[in-house]
């Protein structure tokens, strides 16, 4: 059932991606996601960027219209939402690697603050096209994480890609788990990565949804729904589909590669 809530705050982190919170006394885990209704405009979903207290948020990246339209809501503003739905990060890893693309962090952070609270060693190698668009660098900062930055034009970090960083640091240190969010060409980039160290990667991926309740079948990646048994998958189940890292599918089910509108 779809509440309204109040945004009671919002904040520009990026030039193109905005917190909006609001009250919503619903447990929600690291990981999960909720359904979100803007007013005039369709449903999407959002992962959860707070999650631990009765004041939630979301961390919404100006994309296609409907996203758009968000970076303009101010306090006061009401929206619908639904949930929290899917699964979460499994906390119980000691040394986690978190590797986040662009508006990915959002996800990331919330677990990695879980984490870090539980005595976890986080090391982050965050990604943004440009310095001004690092997503959260300061929160993962604030938690104690070593933080390592690359952007595509080298205004801060290593110049290029955040996989190379990742890369790097899975040679520099032990690691339990990684967990990644981004584009998934990079999420796939990061699990064969990891392989030749062992070290199990859980992804958190996102598809075209509507019902979230595992009933339509339009978030289906492979044999999974990723609205009931996602959105968080270790990669060895995501390896062996041919559509991971490649396509995913519109509105209408039709299968588009990824880069493509
Ligand atoms: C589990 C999950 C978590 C996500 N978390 C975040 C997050 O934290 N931050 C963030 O910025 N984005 C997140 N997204 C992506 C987000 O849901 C949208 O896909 C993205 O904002 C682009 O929407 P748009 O309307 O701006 O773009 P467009 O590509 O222009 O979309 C056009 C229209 O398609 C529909 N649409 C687009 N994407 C979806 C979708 N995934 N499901 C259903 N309908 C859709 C809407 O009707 C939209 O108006 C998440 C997606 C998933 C599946
Ligand atoms: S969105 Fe309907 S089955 Fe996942």
Redesign the pocket.
Known sequence: MRTIVEVTERVLETPS?VTLRFRYPPIAEPGQ?V?IWFPG?????????YTDTDSKG?????????????QHLEVGARVGIRGP??NRFDLAARRILVVGGG??A??LAPAAEAAARRGSRIVVALGATQAPELLFRARFESMGARVEVATDDGSEGTRGFVTGVADRLLREEPFDAVWT?GPEVMMEKVARAAEPAGVPVFC???????CALGMCD??ALGPYH??VD??VFPAERLLPLPEFGRSHR??SGRRVPFGS?
């Open positions: 991606t996601f359904m405009d369709d449903e999407l979903p959002m992962s959860l960027s979301v961390t919404v990246k100006a994309m296609g219209e409907t996203s758009r339209n968000v739905y899917g508006s990915g959002a996800v969010c958190s991926t996102e598809r075209h949804m509507k339009a978030c990723v609205c996602g959105p519109d509105p509108r």
